[in-house]
């Protein structure tokens, strides 16, 4: 039987007989998950498990005394504050990229071009993505989010500009997309997701 599990770097130990890694997780979940509070991520000695924390093959998995089983718990906040520094950060990333290729593109478009505006449209949606998810984890207040959502709505509007004009190689109205729209709201949202992030910082503090 596990005696004690790692939270937070802290051992916490387990008054209640528990044989499996699946009896560890009903006994956390009952019993140390505050109201709003979600189990993320469990590592028993060396394996990482997310995904798959939740399969009858895992569940099932035996334990002994001295196992090593740390278990990560995570707020809908804390996990918005992941996505959003994951956002700005791919925001930045984004924006660089399109200064080069904008820089780029006056020397003419070619195929290497046309595989980087593709790739780069990949990463629009995967910011676009990100977002949409960070949404997803707040169910309500959230207002501090509406700067961005008005952003990413306008980024995925020329998103799907960006596509278009790559699959007909209209390469006059990509430089006009690329360095006087898209690179500006790009910024703009890096922007203000890194003025959220202070204000959740800020009201976590105090």
């Not at 569940?59 to 809908?76: A, F, G, H, V």
């Not at 020397?107 to 980087?116: C, H, L, M, Q, V």
């Not at 990413?152 to 006009?176: A, F, V």
Request: charged share 25%; net charge negative; aromatic share 4%.
């Amino acid at each position: 039987m596990l005696r004690k599990l790692i939270l937070k770097n802290r051992e916490i130990p387990i008054p209640v007989p528990v044989r499996t890694l699946g009896e560890v997780i009903s006994w956390v979940e009952d019993t140390l998950l505050c109201k709003d509070a979600i189990l993320t991520s469990a590592i028993l000695e060396d394996r990482e498990l997310i995904n798959e924390l939740y399969r009858k093959s895992i569940k099932d998995i035996p334990l002994q005394e001295k196992s090593r089983l740390q278990i990560n718990i995570d707020t809908p906040k804390d996990l918005s504050s992941q996505s959003l520094d994951v956002v700005c950060d791919l925001a930045y990333g984004i924006a660089s990229r399109i200064r080069k290729i904008s820089i780029n593109s006056w020397y003419g478009f070619g195929a290497r071009s046309k595989t980087d505006l593709e790739e780069l449209h990949s990463d629009l949606l995967l910011l676009l993505e990100l977002v949409h998810h960070i949404n997803d984890l707040l169910d309500e207040g959230h207002t501090q989010y509406t700067s961005i959502n008005k952003l990413s709505e306008n980024i995925s509007s020329l998103s799907t500009k960006l596509q278009d004009n790559i699959l007909s190689e209209n390469w006059q109205e990509l430089r006009g997309i690329l360095g006087n729209l898209l690179e500006p709201l790009l910024k703009d949202l890096a922007y203000e997701g890194e003025k959220v992030q202070v204000k959740m910082l800020t009201a976590h503090i105090a």
